[in-house]
């Protein structure tokens, strides 16, 4: 008897009944998925040693079907009091379509998959989420091939990202948080920000950064410290000795 699986069953080859299942998959998502925004990430000035960039920006918003895969809620750390104030972090998986992805937005932007940085913007909730992982064999080779993409977001924190989509609810971002500094900085007569010669930082008007609390604010830590640490207090295990 010869080796090998038997060539009546294996159909990981067979491009017809590869077609069949992509385009149910793709059915299925148009049934049950929800319209989406796909954001792709641009960059302005990227630092090739730490890959950061302090310039992205977003230009474009494809629309596209997802199926939200986390179908019992948002996941993730959810909503947390930290160190720095109340923060959010909900985290939700989006199910996309290989074909569709191509076809809506890889054929425009010359790419075959989606990228961590991209965002996706959620029309129901008018939430945008951040892309952190994507996971390429979420279903894991059905009849010999991929057909989706499963892209793990979390819920995107502004970090002075441009915004001109032509989604108001996206593009209203840059609107809101971003610092202008030619409204409060100091200028010269030519119309340049005067910078600070160590570090580079624009030097504002003073009345401003008291306003907005932008100067610094070491003193009123150190004050409000002092009051949380009473050294005139008795040590109770010190038998009657002061600290």
Request: proline letters at 3%.
């Amino acid at each position: 008897m010869g080796t090998g699986t038997n060539f009546y069953f294996n159909n990981f080859q067979a491009s017809n009944e590869q077609g069949v299942i992509e385009d149910l998959i793709i059915e299925s998502i148009k049934i049950y998925g929800q319209d989406m925004h796909y954001l792709p990430r641009r960059y302005g000035k990227l630092d090739e040693v730490y890959t950061e960039d302090a310039a992205s920006f977003y230009d474009r918003a494809y629309p596209i079907e997802l199926y939200i895969k986390s179908v019992d809620g948002f996941q993730g750390d959810g909503d947390f009091l930290s160190k720095f104030g109340v923060e959010i972090r909900d985290r939700v998986t989006f199910t996309m379509a290989r074909r569709i992805f191509s076809d809506e937005v890889g054929s425009n932007e010359g790419t075959t998959r989606p990228y961590e940085g991209d965002l996706i913007y959620f029309p129901l909730n008018k939430k945008i989420f951040k892309i952190m992982f994507v996971e390429h064999e979420a279903i894991f080779y059905q009849l010999g091939s991929l057909q989706t993409f499963d892209v793990i977001c979390e819920l995107f924190e502004y970090s002075g990202e441009t915004f001109s989509t032509g989604i108001p609810e996206v593009d209203i971002l840059t609107k809101k948080y971003e610092f202008d500094f030619t409204d409060a900085g100091l200028m010269t007569e030519a119309g340049d920000i005067l910078v600070d010669e160590t570090e580079g930082i624009p030097i504002l008007f003073e009345e401003y950064a008291q306003k907005n609390d932008l100067l610094d604010d070491g003193d009123m830590f150190q004050q409000q410290g002092n009051t949380f640490l009473d050294f005139t207090e008795i040590d109770p295990f010190a038998e009657g000795r002061r600290w």
